[in-house]
């Protein structure tokens, strides 16, 4: 099946057509006349139209390699490309998917056509993990990265191959933190609302929502949570998730000993609940320095126990995991029992922390109202006008 047939094109379009659907006929006359007068550009448009035709499947695979395989060289590679990866999905068999496709790459010079190059292998790699092979799929997901670093740009379609593959490579590895930034960045490359179905969206959102909340190496929700794609949640038995991201965010120890009872709905959750427990003391400790002016963020390690529900013999510890994840930064005083903290992480605000923000802000501004109340008041003439 991959090597090129010798075909006559009249005669397979006219057999073609003869044996397929009327609603198909105008395709095969359309795909003669177009060809004869050698009108890639528009060939390659008629071709794809006929692909998103519901009566085209039976038909696509010989298609290629009866008649687009004679004229291939002459199409944009990548337009060629996205038509191959179309019509691979028709193949059922593993081995004849695999074989197509790696028949197809070989034809794509890397060099000339990078983008062609880099959306094929993703193809590959992807059908490649379907089947197991996460070696193969991972290699191919590399390869495609260092071609990528070197193009100045490419088509969404390119990126969103390449990051979809990665995404769903570090999905089967329950490799959390990159599968969390490779799937944002893929959601970056399409529209979910035309390029998926709900039960996708969903399920994406499921996903980065678990990733979110098991990444060793995240506490900053900011991006997934302003994403519209965690309303596909709403009203589906998957909206506690959305809930307790939310509830991470806040640093909210009480919301989430409320949420804790539905983590069994999730297996992976659920096995990964002392996990969660620490992750959300971390970011309970986040947000009471956060809530704390700049004057007021040296904390004794009682202040910090009641902050996190922690007893005051594990703050230390939880203190040093924060420093040690650049959480926040300042040092401890293991005598005095106190931690000294100069810097903690930005993150996005929930409207209840903005709003905790802004009294601060006014605080702030009254105080400064005071000084300068103050410094006229004592230095008349540093404000008398010339």
């Not at 009471?288 to 922690?310: G, N, P, W």
């Not at 005051?312 to 029992?337: T, W």
Request: with cysteine; proline share 4%.
């Amino acid at each position: 099946m991959a090597s090129k047939m010798d075909v006559d094109v009249d005669l397979y379009l006219s057999t073609v057509s003869s044996s397929s659907p009327q609603e198909l006929h105008p395709f095969f006359e359309k795909f003669r006349r177009l060809h004869s007068r050698k009108l890639w550009h528009q060939l390659t448009l008629a071709i794809f139209e006929f692909l998103a035709h519901p009566q085209s499947p039976p038909y696509q695979v010989d298609l290629f390699n009866k008649f687009i395989r004679d004229f291939e060289s002459k199409l944009n590679q990548l337009k060629l490309v996205e038509i191959g990866v179309k019509v691979s999905k028709q193949l059922q068999d593993p081995n004849q998917i695999l074989e197509f496709l790696t028949s197809l790459l070989g034809r794509i010079s890397k060099e000339d056509s990078p983008a062609a190059y880099v959306l094929i292998l993703s193809s590959l790699a992807y059908a490649k993990l379907l089947f197991g092979d996460l070696v193969g799929t991972k290699a191919d997901i590399d390869e495609c990265a260092k071609v990528l670093d070197d193009l100045d740009g490419v088509e969404a379609s390119v990126n969103a191959s390449y990051y979809g593959v990665a995404a769903d490579y570090y999905k089967a590895k329950a490799d959390y933190a990159p599968y969390y930034k490779h799937s944002l960045l893929f959601l970056a490359c399409v529209n979910p609302e035309t390029d998926l179905t709900s039960e996708e969206r969903q399920g994406r959102a499921r996903d980065l929502g678990i990733s979110a909340l098991l990444g060793d190496t995240i506490y900053n929700f900011g991006e997934l949570l302003m994403h519209p794609i965690l309303d596909s949640l709403d009203g589906t038995p998957d909206s506690w998730i959305k809930d307790l991201l939310f509830t991470f965010n806040e640093g909210n120890i009480g919301k989430f000993e409320a949420l804790a009872p539905q983590l069994p709905a999730d297996h992976i959750l659920s096995a990964n609940a002392p996990f969660l427990r620490q992750k959300i003391c971390l970011m309970a400790l986040i947000e009471a320095v956060f809530k704390r002016s700049a004057d007021k963020r040296t904390m004794s390690f009682q202040t910090i126990a009641e902050e996190t529900r922690l007893p005051q013999d594990e703050v230390e510890h939880l203190v040093m995991k924060a420093l040690s994840l650049k959480l926040i930064r300042g040092s401890l005083d293991q005598v005095e029992e106190k931690a000294y903290i100069t810097w903690v992480q930005p993150r996005v605000l929930s409207r209840k922390q903005i709003d905790d923000l802004a009294n601060r802000l006014d605080t702030w501004v009254a105080k400064l109202a005071k000084v300068e109340e103050f410094t006229q008041t004592q230095t008349p003439e540093l404000f008398a006008q010339n």
